[in-house]
T-cell receptor, first 114, second 112 residues
Framework: DTAVSQTPKYLVTQMGNDKSIKCEQNLGHDTMYWYKQDSKKFLKIMFSYNNKELIINETVPNRFSPKSPDKAHLNLHINSLELGDSAVYFC?????????????FGPGTRLTVT | GNSVTQMEGPVTLSEEAFLTINCTYTATGYPSLFWYVQYPGEGLQLLLKATKADDKGSNKGFEATYRKETTSFHLEKGSVQVSDSAVYFCALIQAAGNKLTFGGGTRVLVKP
C-alpha cells in the first residue's frame, strides 16, 4: 500500500534514554515533516525537510535531531528523554509544487517517558 | 503569526443530529484552509479543503465554506453517524508555504 509509515507505533522508555522514531513514505513526495501532539491533542510542527534539506525548524530543544538519509525517509532522534517529551509524534509528507500543500500523515508514534 | 481557533469539545450528539464545529483563523494574505479528522487510535486524514474565498470544500457529507469576511471555516454535517465520532482539526497553510497551523481540535462523540 502507498502510505506514510512510522515505527514503532508505541515506545515506552525511561528518562535520560536516547530513542529514534522512523518514518518512511512511498508516495514519491519531496517534503516530509514531524509534528508533535500533546496530551490535550494540540498539534504543532517541529521540522520539515525538502529533498533531504531542512527547511523548517521550529523552536524545539536541540535534543531533537531529525535525519533524512534520502527523500523517502525522515527519522527523529531524541537524546536525553524527559517526561515532557511524552506525546504522539506524527510524520507527514507532501508533494512539491502543489497548491495547496496537501499533507499526508502517518499513524503516529505514542512515546511515553517514565 | 498565524493562528487557528476552534470550539472546544467535547461535542456530544445523537445520531442523525446536525453538527457544526466553529473555526476562525488569523493569517496574512489568503491562506488555504483544511479540516482534518483523527479517528480513535489513528493518524490524521484530510477531510476537506478550500483554497480561496467563498470556496466550499465537501467530503463524506461534511461541508465547510471559506469566509474571508469573517475569517471563518466552520464545519457542518447535516446528519451525523456513530462512525463520525473523532477529533476534528481545523488548519491553515499560508499561500506558497508548507507549514500547517492547527487549531486545538474538537472531539465529537455521536451516540446511537
Amino acid at each position: 500500500d502507498t502510505a506514510v509509515s512510522q515505527t514503532p507505533k508505541y515506545l515506552v522508555t525511561q528518562m535520560g534514554n536516547d530513542k529514534s522514531i522512523k518514518c518512511e513514505q512511498n508516495l514519491g513526495h519531496d517534503t516530509m515533516y514531524w509534528y508533535k501532539q500533546d496530551s490535550k491533542k494540540f498539534l504543532k510542527i517541529m521540522f520539515s525537510y525538502n529533498n533531504k534539506e531542512l527547511i523548517i525548524n521550529e523552536t524545539v530543544p536541540n535534543r531533537f535531531s531529525p535525519k533524512s538519509p534520502d527523500k523517502a525517509h525522515l527519522n527523529l532522534h531524541i537524546n536525553s528523554l524527559e517526561l515532557g517529551d511524552s506525546a504522539v509524534y506524527f510524520c507527514a509528507s507532501s508533494p512539491l509544487g502543489t497548491s495547496p500543500n496537501e499533507q499526508y500523515f502517518g499513524p503516529g508514534t505514542r512515546l511515553t517517558v517514565t | 503569526g498565524n493562528s487557528v481557533t476552534q470550539m472546544e469539545g467535547p461535542v456530544t450528539l445523537s445520531e442523525e443530529a446536525f453538527l457544526t464545529i466553529n473555526c476562525t483563523y488569523t493569517a496574512t494574505g489568503y491562506p488555504s484552509l483544511f479540516w482534518y479528522v483523527q479517528y480513535p487510535g489513528e493518524g490524521l486524514q484530510l477531510l476537506l479543503k478550500a483554497t480561496k474565498a467563498d470556496d466550499k470544500g465537501s467530503n463524506k457529507g461534511f461541508e465547510a465554506t471559506y469566509r474571508k469576511e469573517t475569517t471563518s471555516f466552520h464545519l457542518e454535517k447535516g446528519s451525523v453517524q456513530v462512525s463520525d465520532s473523532a477529533v476534528y482539526f481545523c488548519a491553515l497553510i499560508q499561500a506558497a508555504g508548507n507549514k500547517l497551523t492547527f487549531g486545538g481540535g474538537t472531539r465529537v462523540l455521536v451516540k446511537p
